[in-house]
């Protein structure tokens, strides 16, 4: 039971929210967050004193008092070779001190901090990117596309976006961490996408053509496989059981970095392709093998109105495996089976409403 000093403290410390600022800038603690933080501890005297937990408000106050972001260290490819262009530190709050500073104001009574801004190094920095090992490709894949459809503007978007990013050699690389959700603010538009078996209009369709491409190159470039589904329905500009669909928040294209590399992402697109480029120290040569497809299924035959229907053009549903070969010195060393099974895809006539 808290001694009637600390009580009148807490009472106090969770009246009004408390703001805290550094370098110009200023963020708001809330009473919620106050109440949620403070703890009070044995001062060693036989008394209480205050002490707040930062853990849960400090993600959103370094967010929001960010002075200048940490720029990573980053390569760019000069006549067929990775250079390394210098990392930048930021400049914001000091995380640290976030707790003591908060537990002090708390005790005398202060409704504001004031903290100095501090260094804010960079995920990756120039001396980690030069021990990277990102001397080579490793694998490259392209998948094409008819020109100028609305979904051709998100593709190259979301390959912008990931273009030059680093994974670290362990880390699992996120395309939905990474991109984050698809909206018109960042140039996505409206495109057709599947969605409860059918065609629909959705802000980021067609991204899924980019994870593809991004997922052959994981494929042949000898990295592990952590999360794909394939689409419901075949699609015949992609590789047969060779292929990856993407949606926010779910489902999600991962792969791991299990090499002891940096693996530096390049993009790049045309009108009418789109190409992933890994860039790393070269493990293994890659084959891949499939077999014929089985357990065929056949079309079906649909008719539907509606403003919002979009016209099927029917594919066979089959099942398909694919092999991995993983080689080194022309030596097989490992294979790796990925099993798919498409449904059909109906053929659906639009009737007019």
Known sequence: MLIPAAVTTARTAVAAPLKVATGGKEATVSREQLAAGLRFVSDGKGGLRPSFDAAEVAPGLAKALLIAAPKDASFMIVKGRPQVVPSRPGRGI????????????????????????VARQPRVTTAQARKLGVKEKVSSFTTRHPCCAPRVTNIHRIADIVDGHV??????????????????AR???????ILNNRFVNDVGGGVSQFATTMFNAVFFGGFE?????????????????????VSYPQPDFRWRNDSRYGVLIKTSYTSTSVTVDFWSTKRYEIESKSS???????????????PDCIPMGGVEGFAIDVWRIFKKDGKVVRKQRFHTVYDPEPRLTCKGS
């Open 225 to 245: 496989d952590v999360q794909h589904r394939a689409h419901q329905y075949y699609i015949s500009r992609y590789p047969a059981g060779r292929e990856s669909t």
């Open 94 to 117: 000091d995380v640290k001190a976030l707790g003591p500073a908060i537990a002090q104001a708390v005790a005398g009574g202060v409704r504001r901090v004031e903290l100095p801004a």
């Open 187 to 193: 140039g996505f538009v409206e495109a057709p996408m």
């Open 167 to 184: 994974v670290r050699p362990g880390e699992t690389f996120s395309l939905n961490g990474v991109v984050g959700k698809r909206d018109k």
């Open 292 to 306: 014929g497809r089985y357990a065929i299924k056949p079309v079906t035959e649909l008719t539907e109105s509606g």
